[in-house]
């Protein structure tokens, strides 16, 4: 990156959960990267300097298998130079579907 990077990371008590939003103006994720990460068939690549996604497969199965329900991991990217937001809603009650 040529800029100044910036990560926020707000941590908000819901009724039924805790919602974690990190947050970044970084290099962002093409909406391709998006969907390999959002289905789970995020692939590593040695050779890659950007490894976004790596790792992010595993924390969303675990967090659906878990606490059973599969609404519990967003993340965006607007594009390239335009950063990224990630959303994690932990229910306070395992099992609770109103996060």
């Known amino acids: 990156m040529d ?13 039924y959960s805790y919602q974690i939003i990190i947050q970044d103006n970084g290099v962002g994720i093409s909406q391709e990267r998006l969907v390999e990460i959002r289905s ?11 490894s976004n ?5 595993n924390v969303i ?11 519990l ?4 990217s607007e594009g390239k130079n ?7 809603k932990i229910p306070k ?3 609770h579907q109103d996060v």
Do not use: A
């Open 93 to 95: 009650e395992r099992g």
């Open 82 to 88: 335009k950063g990224i937001m990630v959303t994690i």
């Open 53 to 57: 996604g790596i790792g992010l497969g």
């Open 3 to 15: 800029w100044e990077g910036h990560i926020s990371l707000l941590i908000e008590e819901m009724p």
């Open 73 to 76: 991991f967003t993340i965006v």
């Open 40 to 50: 789970g068939q995020c692939k590593s690549d040695e050779n890659e300097d950007n």
């Open 61 to 71: 199965e675990r967090l659906n298998l878990y606490y059973r329900q599969g609404n």
